[in-house]
C-alpha cells in the first residue's frame, strides 16, 4: 500500500527561486522512485534555515495540523536535518521524520544488486545514523518498514553506539576485500590493453539506455533516478573495429550525500580508471545547467578532471530548436534512434584521435594474427594490401598508454 507524503523545503536568501524550484522538483521525483503517495507540499521563505526547527513555529503547527487531518505517514524533508531538527520535527508531528540523505539512502538501499553494493548502503546508513542516535528511542521504536528503513534492520538500529562502530569497521574491511578484487580485475584489463571508457551523468539522463544500445544488452533502463547503482562493464566495437570497454556508473545528483560519496567511492573508482569519459546529459532537462556543472564538481571531487570526456546531450527529441550545447566536444542525440547512435560511435572515434598517436606499419601476410589484434586494439584509419611484396600496409592511430605504443610508434 502507497505511503502518504507529505514533502517540505525552506527556501533561504542563498537559493535562487530556480534552484529551489528544482530542488524541490527533484524531491518530488525522489519520493515518487519509491512508490510514495504525495498529498502535500509545504515550502517556506526564510532568510536562514531555523536551527532548532527548520521551519519557523507557525508553519510547524500548520504542518501538524494538517498531518493529523489527513492521516500522512511520512514527512520528507528537502535538505539534510541535524540530529536535533530531526528529533524536534519528530516531537511535533506524528509522522516519520526523514530528510532527503534518508531518502537517497533508501532508494540506494531498494537498488542495491550485488553484495558489495548493499555493504555499501548500510555502511553509508549507519555513519549517518551513528550522530542521530542519541535521544532517538521514541523514532526508532516507529521504525517498522517503509519510505526510510531499509537496509540496516531495527535491531541493529537499537543497539548501543559501539555495536554501530563495530559493524562499520565489520562493513569496511568487507569492502576492502571487494575493492581488491576489483582493482586486481582493472589491472588485468590494463595489462590486456584493454581502453576504457565511463559513462557517467546526472541520473536519470539515459545512461544505461545508451550503454544499453552501444553493448547490446539487456540492462535495466527504466525512467527512474538512480535506476542504475552496481557498476557494469562491457566490451564495445567501434567503426574502426576497435573494442574498448565501456563502464556504467551511478547516476549523480545534487546534494549528494557525504556518506555515499564516501561510501560509494570504490563503486565510482571505475570512472578512475577510465581513459575517457562520456558525460551524459539530459538536453530537455530545464535545469540542464546545473546538472552538468554538478556532476563537473563531483568529477573534480573524485580527483577525475584530468581525464578527457566526450559530451552527450541526449533526448535531443525533447529538446528545444534553439538549444545551445555548453560544451565541447559534444553531440546531440537521442539514445532511441538508431542512425545517432551509429553518430555517437563514430563522434567517439572522432574523439579519441586527439589523444591518441599515429603509427604506420607494415605487416606479413602471414601475420593475420597481429593484424587482428591492431584491429581490435588500436584505431585503424587506413588499410591495403601491397601485392607485389604480398605485405599489408597499415595507418592508424595508438593510445600512449597501450603496451603496443613502443612498437607502433617509432
Same mark, same amino acid.
Given at each position: @500500500? ?21 530542488? @524541490? ?8 522512485? !519509491? ?6 507540499? $509545504? ?16 508553519? +510547524?503547527?500548520?504542518?501538524?495540523? $494538517? ?8 514527512? #520528507? ?7 536535533? &531538527? ?10 516519520? !521524520? ?11 538501499? @531498494? ?56 559493524? #562499520? +569497521? ?6 576492502? &576485500? ?74 549523480? #545528483? ?20 577510465? =581513459? ?5 546529459? =539530459? ?13 563537473? =564538481? ?13 559530451? !552527450?546531450?541526449?533526448? %535531443?527529441?525533447?529538446?528545444?530548436? =534553439?538549444?545551445?550545447?555548453? %560544451? +565541447?566536444?559534444?553531440?546531440? @542525440? %537521442? ?10 560511435? %563514430? ?8 589523444? $591518441?598517436?599515429?603509427?604506420? !606499419? ?23 594490401? #601491397? ?24
Amino acid at each position: @500500500m502507497q505511503e502518504q507524503v507529505v514533502l517540505v523545503g525552506c527556501h533561504t536568501s542563498k537559493q535562487s527561486e530556480e534552484t529551489f524550484e528544482s530542488s @524541490m522538483e527533484e524531491l518530488k521525483r525522489l519520493a515518487e522512485t !519509491v512508490d510514495s503517495n504525495i498529498v502535500a507540499v $509545504f515550502t517556506q521563505k526564510r532568510e536562514r534555515i531555523q536551527p532548532s526547527h527548520y521551519l519557523g513555529k507557525g508553519k +510547524t503547527e500548520e504542518i501538524a495540523t $494538517f498531518i493529523e487531518e489527513n492521516e500522512v505517514d511520512v514527512v #520528507i524533508v528537502d535538505q539534510e536535518l541535524s540530529p536535533t &531538527q530531526s528529533r524536534n520535527l519528530s516531537n511535533e508531528w506524528e509522522a516519520r !521524520v526523514i530528510d532527503r540523505t534518508q531518502l537517497i539512502l533508501d532508494i540506494f538501499a @531498494m537498488r542495491a544488486q550485488t553484495k558489495e553494493g548493499k555493504l555499501q548502503v548500510e555502511l553509508a546508513q549507519l555513519q549517518y545514523l551513528l550522530p542521530r542516535l542519541h535521544g532517538q528511542g521514541t523514532s526508532l521504536s516507529r521504525l517498522g518498514g517503509g519510505i526510510g528503513t531499509r537496509g540496516p534492520g531495527e535491531t541493529k538500529l537499537e543497539s548501543d553506539q559501539r555495536h554501530i562502530r563495530r559493524r #562499520i +569497521t565489520e562493513i569496511k574491511r568487507s569492502i576492502e &576485500q571487494v575493492v581488491n578484487q576489483r582493482k586486481q580485475y582493472r589491472e588485468r584489463r590494463k595489462k590486456n590493453a584493454a581502453f576504457q571508457i565511463a559513462l557517467v551523468g546526472y541520473t536519470n539522463a539515459g545512461k544505461s539506455t545508451i550503454f544499453n544500445q552501444l553493448g547490446k544488452t539487456d540492462m535495466l533502463a527504466e525512467d527512474k533516478l538512480f535506476a542504475t547503482l552496481d557498476p557494469k562493464t562491457n566490451k564495445i566495437k567501434l567503426p574502426s573495429g576497435f573494442q574498448p570497454i565501456l563502464s556504467d556508473t551511478v547516476g549523480f #545528483i545534487q546534494h549528494l550525500p557525504t556518506t555515499l560519496i564516501a561510501a560509494f567511492r570504490s563503486t565510482l573508482e571505475e570512472v578512475l580508471e577510465a =581513459d575517457l569519459i562520456l558525460h551524459v546529459v =539530459d538536453s530537455s532537462n530545464p535545469q540542464i545547467v546545473d546538472q552538468e556543472q554538478t556532476v563537473k =564538481d563531483i568529477l573534480t571531487e573524485l580527483g577525475a578532471s584530468h581525464i578527457p570526456v566526450l559530451t !552527450v546531450y541526449n533526448k %535531443s527529441d525533447q529538446t528545444s530548436e =534553439d538549444f545551445i550545447p555548453y %560544451s +565541447t566536444p559534444h553531440i546531440l @542525440m %537521442s539514445a532511441h534512434r538508431n542512425e545517432d547512435m551509429i553518430r555517437l560511435k %563514430s563522434k567517439i572515434e572522432e574523439t579519441l584521435l586527439h589523444y $591518441f598517436d599515429a603509427y604506420e !606499419v607494415k605487416l606479413n601476410s602471414d601475420q593475420g594474427k597481429k593484424l587482428d589484434t591492431l584491429k581490435r586494439e588500436t584505431i585503424v584509419a587506413e588499410e591495403s594490401f #601491397i601485392k607485389e611484396d604480398e605485405t599489408y600496409h597499415l595507418l592508424g592511430y595508438v593510445h600512449t598508454h597501450s603496451p603496443l605504443y613502443q612498437e607502433l610508434v617509432k
